[in-house]
């Protein structure tokens, strides 16, 4: 039962481009998103989130939008940088719960 | 900056013995979580624990788990009798309160069950 989906394993980006990672959701009752960056050995560490009330939030290099009616939320990264290459999650919750239900994760890469 | 830190780093266990996680939440924090991930697979809530009290379980977190906060500091999961999908991640998370957005993640424990 996925209910938070990222459909795409892994992506390659170059330095100074923008990154863009996808995530869908099918439930409904999700009222709040958050992202999280995991590097090799480590936990995964708080990135950003947005409430289902904004469609966009923005901190520094990093964006969050949310699509409600497609049920859709997209991180853009710009402009990318190697430190970024990560393991990045989504996760949402809901009802007033801040315990995140997680996607499998995409693994992105960002070349020098 | 106060971190999450969590023992040990790798436990490799028999079928059927018994294993304790250790964390140690940041000072000022109140409220733990544990979650796991099998390898390539999605993290996943196990247990929230607050004031001495499971808070919320979910449906991986059996008669077999079991957490509790021995002194104060210290924060572990004990699974009873392991069984070979136990083979996991194991986090520890905690918050100051629920009302921010912010779970501080251990590094987690990698248990090997053989």
């Not at chain 1, 996808?22 to 958050?34: E, G, I, K, P, V």
């Not at chain 2, 957490?67 to 210290?74: A, F, H, I, K, Q």
């Given at each position: 039962?996925?209910?938070?989906?990222?459909?795409?394993?892994?992506?390659?980006?170059?330095?100074?481009?923008?990154?863009?990672?996808?995530c869908?959701?099918?439930?409904?009752?999700?009222?709040?998103?958050?992202?999280?960056?995991?590097?090799p050995a480590?936990?995964?560490?708080?990135?950003i989130?947005?409430?289902?009330?904004k469609?966009k939030n923005e901190?520094?290099?990093?964006?969050?939008?949310?699509n409600k009616?497609?049920?859709?939320?997209s991180l853009?990264?710009v402009?990318s940088?190697?430190?970024?290459s990560a393991?990045?999650f989504?996760?949402a919750?809901s009802g007033g719960?801040y315990?995140?239900?997680?996607g499998?994760g995409t693994?992105l890469?960002v070349h020098p | 900056?106060?971190?999450?830190?969590?023992t040990p780093?790798?436990q490799v266990t028999q079928?059927?013995?018994?294993?304790?996680?250790?964390?140690v939440?940041?000072?000022?924090h109140?409220y733990f979580?544990?979650?796991?991930?099998?390898?390539?697979?999605?993290?996943?809530?196990l247990v929230s624990?607050?004031?001495?009290?499971?808070s919320?379980?979910?449906?991986?977190?059996?008669?077999?788990?079991?957490?509790?906060?021995?002194?104060?500091?210290n924060?572990t999961l004990?699974?009873r009798?392991?069984?070979?999908?136990?083979?996991a991640?194991?986090?520890?998370?905690?918050?100051r309160d629920t009302?921010?957005?912010t779970q501080?993640?251990?590094p987690?424990?990698?248990?090997?069950v053989?």
């Amino acid at each position: 039962d996925q209910q938070v989906k990222q459909n795409s394993p892994s992506l390659s980006v170059q330095e100074g481009r923008i990154s863009i990672l996808n995530c869908d959701y099918t439930n409904s009752m999700f009222d709040y998103f958050l992202w999280y960056k995991k590097y090799p050995a480590e936990g995964p560490t708080f990135l950003i989130s947005i409430s289902s009330i904004k469609d966009k939030n923005e901190d520094g290099r990093f964006t969050v939008f949310l699509n409600k009616s497609a049920k859709h939320l997209s991180l853009h990264i710009v402009p990318s940088q190697p430190g970024d290459s990560a393991v990045y999650f989504c996760a949402a919750a809901s009802g007033g719960s801040y315990i995140p239900t997680f996607g499998r994760g995409t693994s992105l890469i960002v070349h020098p | 900056e106060p971190e999450v830190t969590q023992t040990p780093s790798h436990q490799v266990t028999q079928m059927g013995q018994e294993v304790i996680l250790r964390c140690v939440p940041i000072s000022n924090h109140l409220y733990f979580y544990w979650y796991r991930q099998i390898l390539g697979q999605k993290v996943e809530f196990l247990v929230s624990f607050y004031n001495n009290e499971i808070s919320e379980k979910s449906e991986i977190f059996d008669d077999q788990f079991s957490v509790e906060r021995p002194d104060g500091s210290n924060f572990t999961l004990k699974i009873r009798s392991t069984k070979l999908e136990d083979s996991a991640m194991y986090f520890c998370a905690t918050t100051r309160d629920t009302s921010t957005d912010t779970q501080y993640f251990g590094p987690g424990t990698r248990l090997t069950v053989l």
